[in-house]
């Protein structure tokens, strides 16, 4: 008889260990589901956070590059003041060659900012560069060259900050 009851308390003792093995079966598999979606959580946290960071960049640039084009356009009316103070007969060398290092300096703090002109006479006209407010008949210039520059154009990278006003030969 007590091998009939040694035998029972075993195989109540193997029941009791393979309920608590699947109990523990069971937490484990709910523990990698809850870790695989905290996980799935976590990356899609982070690629959020790197498209905003990229994004914020993208809105910095633009908002610095267009800043700079502002400031530039404001300044520009003081360089095509410069060039038709030049353009003036003065007796005083002295005072044009002041007024010409002045727009020379305008002009390279303007090139350090990456602001350039926009090339005009002698070149093809570029309805994307230069507004052209005249036509001509001149037989020195070919079909949409440009012949005389009213007011420069300028760019700030690919943007135009003022197009160029400008004749076009016909």
Same mark, same amino acid.
């Given at each position: 008889?007590?091998?009939?009851?040694?035998?029972a308390?075993?195989?109540?003792t193997? %029941?009791?260990?393979?309920? !608590?093995? #699947?109990?523990?079966?069971?937490?484990l598999?709910?523990l990698k589901?809850? @870790?695989?979606e905290?996980?799935?959580?976590y990356l899609?946290?982070?690629?959020?956070?790197?498209?905003f960071? %990229?994004r914020s960049?993208? !809105?910095? #640039?633009a908002?610095y590059?267009?800043?700079t084009?502002?400031?530039?356009k @404001?300044?520009?009316?003081?360089?095509?003041?410069?060039e038709r103070?030049?353009?003036y007969?003065?007796?005083d060398e002295?005072?044009k060659?002041?007024?010409?290092l002045?727009?020379?300096?305008l002009k390279e703090?303007?090139e350090?900012?990456?602001?350039?002109?926009?090339p005009d006479?002698?070149?093809?006209?570029?309805?994307?560069l230069h507004e052209?407010v005249?036509?001509?008949?001149d037989?020195?210039y070919?079909?949409?060259?440009?012949?005389d520059?009213?007011?420069?154009g300028?760019t700030?990278g690919?943007?135009?900050i003022?197009?160029s006003m400008?004749?076009?030969?016909n």
């Amino acid at each position: 008889m007590d091998k009939e009851k040694v035998t029972a308390t075993e195989e109540q003792t193997e %029941k009791v260990e393979t309920s !608590e093995l #699947d109990s523990v079966k069971e937490e484990l598999e709910n523990l990698k589901e809850e @870790k695989d979606e905290l996980y799935d959580k976590y990356l899609r946290t982070l690629a959020e956070y790197d498209n905003f960071r %990229k994004r914020s960049q993208r !809105e910095k #640039d633009a908002i610095y590059g267009d800043a700079t084009a502002e400031a530039v356009k @404001k300044l520009l009316p003081v360089i095509d003041s410069f060039e038709r103070a030049l353009n003036y007969e003065c007796k005083d060398e002295e005072f044009k060659k002041g007024i010409s290092l002045i727009q020379n300096t305008l002009k390279e703090v303007f090139e350090g900012m990456g602001v350039k002109e926009i090339p005009d006479v002698g070149e093809q006209f570029n309805p994307n560069l230069h507004e052209a407010v005249m036509h001509t008949e001149d037989p020195a210039y070919d079909e949409n060259v440009i012949t005389d520059c009213y007011r420069k154009g300028y760019t700030l990278g690919d943007k135009v900050i003022r197009f160029s006003m400008v004749t076009v030969a016909n």
